[in-house]
């Protein structure tokens, strides 16, 4: 067993945060070791199975989904996948999908709610072929109780999604009413659906786009962009001959008229000379 400061143990087959109590009291330097005796690893048990493509294709697509549309509109929102997170007193969990608004987005090993401030704002389970207790009953209860404003299970082997959302004063979840086969999430200012057995975020009527469909996309523009460099590459070349051509027709021009204006000046020459030979014959005669 590891101890942090002398004031708190952390327990390695159960590892918690301090009370919030406790934490307030400790000096900077004690919340700093204990922040750095909390695990952010575990090894592979029955409480956490190895996943399969099914599981975590999902959960990667969807946070690299809001990345990539919050960055755009430089909004503030820390996502993670299986991030441990530590409430205080509380046992740990790790849930597939967080989102934490208006915080520093930088890499963490672990989010604590007494060291950062604030709890987490979103929560999202996959489920594949865990336990849908878990995540459909036991989740409800305990995230509610935390305080996380919303959260979502999306059930892809029976292509379900279910949204929950804490009711102003209360710490129990309301269902998420659907609209139009829409689930609309107030903490992400987005909606939820499923394409098949994809979960899709929407903004409006636009789909954010996952990573393969940006690649997709950008594929596409440097092809339509390659094309029209060929394009203006072989305008270019076409121009420059022409160009060459009528830069050689010039060439050759002013080698004609060189050529004229040589005769031109040889037969003024011959003439002058006759003119004076013409002259100097009349005054021998006169």
């Known amino acids: 067993m590891q101890r942090a400061p002398t004031s708190w143990v952390i327990d390695p087959d159960d590892p918690r945060a301090p009370p919030q109590e406790l934490w307030d009291r400790m000096t900077p330097e004690e919340r700093q070791r204990v922040l750095d005796t909390l695990p952010s690893e575990f090894e592979i048990s029955e409480a956490c199975p190895p996943e399969g493509d099914f599981h975590f294709n999902p959960k990667v697509a969807a946070r690299d989904a809001l990345g990539g549309y919050f960055q755009r509109i430089g909004r503030r929102v820390y996502l993670a996948c299986e991030l441990p997170v530590y409430y205080p007193a509380e046992r740990i969990f790790a849930p597939d999908v967080i989102a934490v608004l208006d915080v520093e987005v930088k890499e963490r090993a672990r989010w604590s709610v007494s060291a950062e401030g604030k709890g987490i704002d979103f929560a999202l389970e996959i489920l594949w072929s865990g336990s849908s207790k878990k995540d459909l009953e036991d989740n409800v209860t305990r995230y509610a109780s935390l305080g996380i404003s919303e959260y979502f299970v999306f059930d892809r082997k029976r292509r379900r999604l279910r949204g929950f959302r804490l009711a102003e004063g209360s710490a129990r979840y309301q269902p998420i009413v659907p609209q139009e086969g829409r689930l609309a999430s107030t903490v992400l200012d987005l909606d939820l659906s499923l394409e098949g057995d994809r979960l899709r975020f929407f903004h409006g009527l636009a789909p954010l786009p996952e990573t393969h469909e940006l690649l997709a996309r950008l594929g596409s523009m440097v092809g339509d962009l390659e094309a029209r460099i060929e394009e203006t590459e072989t305008s270019l070349d076409e121009e420059r001959r022409r160009f060459d051509e009528e830069r050689r027709r010039f060439d050759e021009e002013r080698r004609r ?16 000379e006759a003119l004076a030979e013409l002259e100097r014959i009349k005054r021998e005669r006169g």
Request: aromatic letters at 0%; charged letters at 55%; zero cysteines.
């Open 257 to 272: 008229l060189d050529a004229e204006r040589q005769r031109a000046d040889e037969a003024e020459r011959r003439l002058a």
